[in-house]
């Protein structure tokens, strides 16, 4: 019962972190530097009679026409003091914010921003999110109350225990670990027997999180539910990420950040995670892990095997997980959508090709620039210049199934690297040699080889091989595609 009960209280906790997460995703972050144990927050619009909404953070617009019970996915930032206005959709910056808020984010930390209440008193909810693991065998379940005209409410296990008592509006309860199973859980009037919200069949697997929430008015109230993976290995936590296996051992491999493969992982004359929480698990194998002669910062998993000679461990150690994080299965398939979407964008940047090897790309919208570069053009390029707004994102659509970038220098002009992506949405091959490449590099099926350079930035690809190499950690801060 107490199951039950935790389950409905984490499904509503989500829906509310979801909507939070809907205003906060738009935001202008390029103010704050680059941080090893980002904060993570999402953004909901749970506010039952509001139009759709514009969200603006830090002074910039970074999302249009939200509507009602949108909730997006979590978005990696440097911790830091920021504001969130939200105004009716379309309505000029200069119009006064229906919602104001500031708020500090600390690192590693995860949030839910929401905006909730009916719109004559909408108001903006900031929750902290505890995404650590439950105990093997558990879920964790909080419950979010968002609907503005309901009493307040328990949570109870049908013909069962009451398991959150007397929940008042534009509250979450504390997260409840129950065993996983299938529960019938009931939302009440507090102290009544009258259900608001029936939730019959609700099932709860282990090692996830969930938020529920009471979304709506009394009338046509409703769940809004999320489900977390409990390990906070998401995308932008990494350095390097590649999806099946990774061999650098051709010469010396420096790598600031965390680095995982799905697959196996081979290393040689290493230091790795220099730059990464020494407490974290921030070196990853699903399958065996090789590490010859190197440092590793923090801790080492893997999923079958380890092999280890001349390593030693700052702060950490190596130990074997039955099931390693994250599902590489589930995150091939977001990397390749984020991939199409990006690449289905019109370009609103000037790609200029000239016959000397250079290529210019010149943008100046304040938001987002998008450049689409044959691969084969790519290839031959001596020097790539990139001029953009500091602020704005810069998106670079890569055609062909193959491609390389070599012996070639990238320079940057006005734009933070850490706003710029390198969109390989079609290579199933890349090469990199004896460059210094700025910006991420977003290649879900291609395999990479990468030697002689230096990557300042972070790298998601099919797999990566190569060696004497740096990958400086310098996440990608713009937010990703919901």
């Known amino acids: 019962m107490k199951r039950t009960a935790r389950m409905l209280g984490l499904a509503l906790a989500v829906g509310l972190l979801l909507n939070l997460l809907s205003v906060l995703v738009g935001t202008g972050l390029s103010s704050v530097q680059a941080q090893a144990n980002p904060s ?5 619009h749970l506010s039952p009679d509001a139009p759709k909404v ?11 026409n939200v509507p009602f019970k949108t909730v997006s996915d979590y978005l990696s930032v440097p911790a830091g003091q920021y504001r969130f206005e939200v105004r009716v959709a379309g309505t000029p910056a200069n119009t006064p914010a229906v919602i104001d808020a500031t708020a500090t984010l600390v690192a590693g930390t995860d949030y839910t ?18 995404n650590s693991a439950p105990a093997a065998g558990q879920a964790k379940v909080r419950v979010l109350h968002a609907s503005p005209d309901a009493p307040n409410v328990d ?9 959150v008592a007397n ?3 534009g509250n979450a309860s504390g997260y409840l670990s129950v065993p996983a199973g299938t529960y019938d859980l009931e939302v009440r009037a507090a102290g009544t027997t009258f259900v608001a919200l029936p939730l019959p069949g609700t099932k709860l697997e282990a090692g996830k999180i969930y938020t529920v929430i009471a979304a709506d008015r009394l009338a046509k109230i409703t769940p809004v539910v999320t489900v977390l993976t409990a390990v906070k290995l998401v995308p932008t936590d990494f350095n390097v990420l590649v999806l099946d296996n990774l061999n650098l051992t051709q010469g010396g491999t420096n790598i600031k950040g965390r680095v995982g493969a799905g697959g196996n992982a081979s290393f040689a004359s290493f230091n790795l995670a220099s730059g990464a929480s020494a407490s974290g698990d921030n070196v990853i194998a699903g399958g065996k892990l090789t590490l010859t002669g190197g440092v590793v910062n923090g801790n080492a998993v893997y999923g079958t095997s380890l092999s280890r000679s001349g390593t030693a461990f700052k702060s950490g ?30 370009p609103n940047g000037t790609t200029t090709v000239l016959s000397y090897g250079s290529i210019k790309l010149n943008g100046d919208n304040a938001t987002r620039n998008v450049f689409n570069v044959k691969g084969s053009d790519l290839a031959k390029a001596t020097i790539l210049r990139i001029t953009a707004p500091a602020d704005s994102t810069v998106i670079i659509n890569v055609s062909g199934t193959s491609t390389s970038l070599k012996n070639a220098g990238v320079v940057l002009n006005g ?28 290649a879900p099926k291609a395999s990479v080889m990468f030697s002689n350079g230096v990557l300042r930035g972070a790298l998601f690809s099919k797999s990566l091989q190569g060696g004497s190499v740096s990958f400086d950690y310098f996440p990608f801060l713009s937010p990703l595609p919901l």
């Open 40 to 44: 993570r927050v999402r953004v909901a």
């Open 54 to 64: 514009d969200v603006y953070v830090n002074g910039a617009k970074t999302l249009s």
């Open 113 to 130: 921003v929401a905006a909730i209440n009916f719109v004559a008193n909408i108001s903006g909810l900031i929750l902290t999110d505890d």
């Open 155 to 163: 949570v109870a296990v049908k013909n069962g225990p009451v398991l």
């Open 167 to 169: 929940l008042p509006f």
């Open 317 to 346: 150690s190596a130990s074997q997980l039955a099931a390693v994080s994250p599902d590489l299965a589930a995150l091939a398939n977001r990397l390749e959508g984020i991939a199409n979407f990006w690449a289905g964008l019109t």
């Open 415 to 442: 734009v933070n690297r850490q706003r710029v992506v390198f969109n390989f949405y079609e290579a199933t091959s890349l090469s990199f040699e004896g460059i210094a490449l700025q910006g991420t590099v977003w």
